[in-house]
C-alpha cells in the first residue's frame, strides 16, 4: 500500500520559517515528480512547488523566492522550506506524487496524495 506522510506544519508568525517533510512508502518515487499543493477554506487545491526526479524545480509565483523544494530519492521523501511566511500562506498543505517525469502544476497529474498537514500563519 502507497503511502505519503507529510509532517512538520504548525502554527507560525507572519516572517517565520517552516520545514514540511513527506516520506512516501509502499513504492519509490526517485523517478517521478513530486509536488506540494495547499488548500484554504473555501478554495481550490493550488500548486506551491514541484520536482522532477533530478531536482529540478518549479514554483507558484505567490511563493517564488521564499519557499524552496528538495528531495532526497534515498529516503523516498520530499521536503518544502518555507521562510517568510504570510498569513495568505495559510492552508492545509498535501504532498503528492505522480507518474511523470517532468514538472507538473495541475493535481490531476498526481496519482498519490498525503492526508496534509495544516499551516497556520497569525498576522
Known amino acids: 500500500q502507497v503511502q505519503l506522510v507529510e509532517s512538520g506544519g504548525g502554527l507560525v508568525q507572519a516572517g517565520g520559517s517552516l520545514r514540511l517533510s513527506c516520506e512516501a512508502s509502499?513504492?519509490?518515487?526517485?523517478?517521478?515528480?513530486m509536488g506540494w499543493f495547499r488548500q484554504a477554506p473555501g478554495k481550490e487545491r493550488e500548486f506551491v512547488a514541484a520536482?522532477?526526479?533530478?531536482?529540478?524545480?518549479a514554483y507558484a509565483d505567490s511563493v517564488k523566492g521564499r519557499f524552496t523544494i528538495s528531495r532526497d530519492n534515498g529516503l523516498n521523501a520530499v521536503y518544502l522550506q518555507m521562510n517568510s511566511l504570510k498569513p495568505e500562506d495559510t492552508a492545509v498543505y498535501y504532498c503528492?506524487?505522480?507518474?511523470?517525469?517532468?514538472?507538473?502544476?495541475?493535481?490531476?497529474?498526481?496519482?498519490?496524495w498525503g492526508q496534509g498537514t495544516q499551516v497556520t500563519v497569525s498576522s
Open positions: 520536482i522532477r526526479w533530478s531536482g529540478g524545480g
Open positions: 503528492a506524487a505522480g507518474p511523470s517525469v517532468g514538472v507538473r502544476r495541475s493535481p490531476n497529474e498526481y496519482d498519490y
Open positions: 509502499g513504492r519509490t518515487f526517485s523517478r517521478n515528480v
